[in-house]
């Protein structure tokens, strides 16, 4: 069974708007950690954004925000006022806290495209 | 600002070579992983490296694969006969043992096998 599943393969949003990438997944850790990458055309893989599931405030960095949703199990990822130079692919992570490896499970990913 | 760096960027090699991939993890990191990235496809643990020896180790890390730290800097991973199928972006990423346990990852080499 997938443990992180992003629906969305692809997605267009507008320069200046928001735009919301989802995320969800399974697990039955009490802790585990959710984290969300972007990865441009060159290659690299930039740290977004983490949420832990004991925190109680949905994170935030900049223009970029998770909205965090423990019942549902979904970690949806809020991009705020796009701009060009986020085109790219957006990968969600989760880090399981029972192994003791604290390796990460990602998804499918979702490429995103601003449109000037 | 540390980093994770890795080398080389780019690797073509023969099929039924051996590759040595090579990473050297921040500093104050106690926790070392090989990824893998098939083109167009979703990034796939390998192997996690603690305390000298491998963690855990996915169904991906057969016998093919093996990991080194030769010394107190660096961390590679090695492909003894290389097969078409491992062509790959392979990232390293290091971390410790802090609230979130985040990954740094390095920028990645890509492998090209022909």
């Known amino acids: 069974a997938q443990k992180i599943t992003q629906t969305q393969p692809g997605m267009f949003v507008q320069e200046k708007e928001a735009v919301t990438l989802d995320c969800t997944y399974d697990t039955s850790d009490q802790s585990y950690g959710l984290f969300w990458y972007k990865q441009p055309s060159s290659g690299e893989m930039i740290f977004l954004i983490y949420?832990?599931?004991?925190?109680?405030q949905n994170a935030t960095e900049g223009r970029y925000s998770l909205n965090f949703q423990k019942a549902r199990k979904s970690a949806n990822l809020v991009i705020s006022a796009s701009q060009l130079g986020d085109s790219a692919m957006y990968f969600c992570?989760?880090?399981?806290?029972?192994?003791?490896?604290?390796?990460?499970?990602f998804g499918t990913g979702t490429r995103l495209k601003v449109l000037a | 600002e540390p980093e994770v760096t890795q080398t080389p960027s780019h690797q073509v090699t023969q099929m039924g070579q051996e590759v040595i991939l090579r990473c050297v993890p921040i500093s104050n990191h106690l926790y070392f992983y090989w990824y893998r990235q098939i083109l167009g496809q979703k990034v796939e643990f390998l192997v996690s490296f603690y305390n000298n020896e491998i963690s855990e180790k996915s169904e991906i890390f057969d016998d093919q694969f093996s990991v080194e730290r030769p010394d107190g800097s660096n961390f590679t991973l090695k492909i003894r006969s290389t097969k078409l199928e491992d062509s790959a972006m392979y990232f390293c990423?290091?971390?410790?043992?802090?609230?979130?346990?985040?990954?740094?990852f390095g920028p990645g080499t890509r492998l090209t096998v022909t």
């Open positions: 990423a290091s971390g410790f043992r802090d609230r979130t346990y985040e990954q740094y």
């Open positions: 949420q832990g599931s004991y925190d109680e």
């Open positions: 992570a989760m880090r399981e806290g029972g192994s003791g490896t604290y390796k990460y499970i």
